[in-house]
């Protein structure tokens, strides 16, 4: 079956340092999308992204996240900046269309430190 | 305001008991779709079941199914015999919008079945 795959599992950086997360979506959906989830807390969405740009937003993506699809497969999160409230679980999805399921990856545990 | 609702923080249920999981949501679209998700321990995100909002029929996958009472905007997630492995967080989610590029997720119920 085929699923949603991130790398990496883990990262750990130092404060002020740049991450990128990446994410593997399944290959005949459309739609991405960038959650996080701060340990115990809501899965609070990021940021849509669909037809190579990004269709919505939330506040938490400040000037600091961009997002980008580099090539056919890959749909990638920056953080340019790190704080230490950035420390998260990043789960991507995707899904096919709007009336279709929303598929997770496993996340990406990002700890600031 | 809150676009979903679960009004159970958290939940304890004997194994082999039945399990509802309370939903409420808002929206003002006509189209959009539900759906939840179980996320055990482990921090994985795993679909449930979800239900379009054009859907006639209650959902059903597996083990569960969608209580969807449209003029309630309600959407109850439903199982039977609960099992241990069932112990998890279950979150309720909406997606919304044209091109249904709105997702919102609930605050998240904390099941714990015990044996």
């Known amino acids: 079956e085929p699923e949603v795959t991130q790398t990496p599992s883990h990262q750990v950086t130092q404060m002020g340092q740049e991450v990128i997360l990446r994410c593997v979506p399944i290959?005949?959906?459309?739609?991405f999308y960038w959650y996080r989830q701060i340990l115990g807390q809501k899965v609070e969405f990021l940021v849509s992204f669909y037809n190579n740009e990004i269709s919505e937003k939330s506040e938490i993506f400040d000037d600091q996240f961009s997002v980008e699809r580099p090539d056919g497969s890959n749909f990638t999160l920056k953080i340019r900046s790190t704080k230490l409230e950035d420390s998260a679980m990043y789960f991507c999805a995707s899904f096919r269309g709007p009336t279709y399921e929303q598929y997770f990856g496993p996340g990406t545990r990002l700890t600031v430190t | 305001a809150q676009k979903i609702t679960q009004t159970q923080p958290g939940m304890f249920v004997q194994e082999k008991e039945a399990v509802t999981l309370d939903c409420t949501y808002d929206?003002?679209?006509?189209?959009?779709?539900l759906f939840w998700y179980k996320q055990p321990s482990s921090g994985e995100m795993i679909f449930l079941i979800y239900q379009g909002s054009y859907d006639e029929q209650n959902a059903t996958e597996g083990r569960y199914s969608l209580n969807f009472q449209k003029a309630r905007k309600s959407a109850n997630l439903v199982f039977s015999a609960s099992q241990l492995g069932d112990s998890a967080m279950y979150f309720c989610?909406?997606?919304?919008?044209?091109?249904?590029?709105?997702?919102?997720f609930g605050p998240g119920t904390r099941l714990s079945v015990l044996p």
């Open positions: 929206t003002s679209d006509q189209s959009y779709g």
């Open positions: 989610a909406m997606r919304e919008g044209h091109y249904g590029q709105n997702f919102v």
């Open positions: 290959s005949n959906h459309l739609y």
